[in-house]
């Protein structure tokens, strides 16, 4: 099979460029690029250093801070190259390793977010309990189920993905290696790919997505419950930054992976695909440094 050489190449089309130069979108995206690390990196560093931070929900975003800069890292410098230097094509094995990791990573994300949502529901409906239900070694156990969950998902969907067939058209209009532009060009029968696939995000997106909406339906019926204003204010306060965070995470991913590959839409979903490679890994940390005042003090 063709597909199954290392001489294949297939040809990346960010926003139409077809092995041009785009000096802007270059810098553009090495800009949300560099802001990524280095505000994750921060992040990191302030939740390892200060002993303030030592709890449940800190560990969880630490971990959270380490995926965005992983999975930014599969997919941008690739990005970058291709804005700078033109060159857009990428071997077979190097696309599919890039979709491997970006999968996994992406997949250990929301995971982690899921978990997350069941700390804070945890700490607000539960709190007697919560420090016997969020021991040290509970959080760890979530955290290496959350990267085992999103690597082997990640590895069957992979393999899955590369018994599709490609003949003459190896154009990819996607800024990465992703499953969706692949069986828009694949040659063959794609039929039990695509409801593999489907049947996979429905488990693996959907289900986790309820469950946060469910815990999260708890937390606030718990909270109007609360006769205090200044109480409800406070409670629902420690949960706003995780809630803003899975709005824009599952807003450009539902956009991303729910649009319809029709040609008019096409820069259209790429540009949702670079709100969800570049700008959701950087505003994260953002994000939790502006509405969090345990972080605001850990920075002073």
Not at 23 to 40: A, G, K, Q, R, S
Not at 46 to 63: G, W
Not at 201 to 217: A, K
Request: charged content about 10%; overall charge positive; some cysteine.
């Amino acid at each position: 099979m063709a597909n199954q050489t290392s001489d294949f190449y297939f040809y990346l089309l960010p926003f139409g460029i077809d092995g041009g130069e785009n000096i802007i979108l270059f810098f553009i995206f090495f800009l949300c690029y560099v802001i990524c690390l280095i505000w994750n990196a921060v992040i990191i560093l302030l939740i390892y250093t200060d002993s303030h931070l030592q709890i449940p929900m800190y560990f969880f975003l630490r971990n959270l801070s380490l995926v965005d800069i992983c999975y930014s890292s599969v997919t941008v410098p690739k990005l970058l190259d291709i804005f700078l230097s033109g060159d857009n094509s990428i071997s077979f094995n190097h696309c599919f390793v890039q979709f491997y990791f970006f999968t996994a990573l992406a997949c250990t994300e929301i995971f982690l977010l899921t978990v997350m949502a069941y700390d804070r529901y945890i700490a607000v409906c539960k709190s007697l309990h919560y420090p016997l239900l969020m021991k040290q070694k509970t959080c760890n156990l979530f955290v290496v189920v959350s990267w085992a969950s999103g690597c082997s998902n990640s590895l069957f969907v992979t393999i899955v993905a590369s018994k599709i067939p490609f003949c003459n058209s190896k154009v990819i209009y996607q800024l990465y290696c992703d499953i969706k532009p692949m069986l828009k060009i694949s040659c063959g029968n794609t039929m039990t790919t695509e409801v593999t696939v489907y049947l996979e995000t429905f488990f693996m997106g959907f289900c986790p997505f309820l469950c946060i909406m469910l815990s999260y339906s708890k937390i606030i019926s718990n909270v109007l419950r609360l006769k205090s204003k200044g109480k409800r204010r406070k409670t629902f306060s420690t949960c706003t930054s995780h809630l803003t965070i899975i709005i824009i995470f599952y807003g450009t991913l539902f956009f991303v992976y729910t649009m319809p590959s029709v040609a008019h839409l096409k820069t259209v979903e790429q540009i949702f695909s670079s709100l969800f490679l570049a700008a959701v890994p950087s505003l994260n940390p953002l994000i939790y440094s502006l509405r969090n005042n345990e972080i605001k003090t850990a920075f002073k």
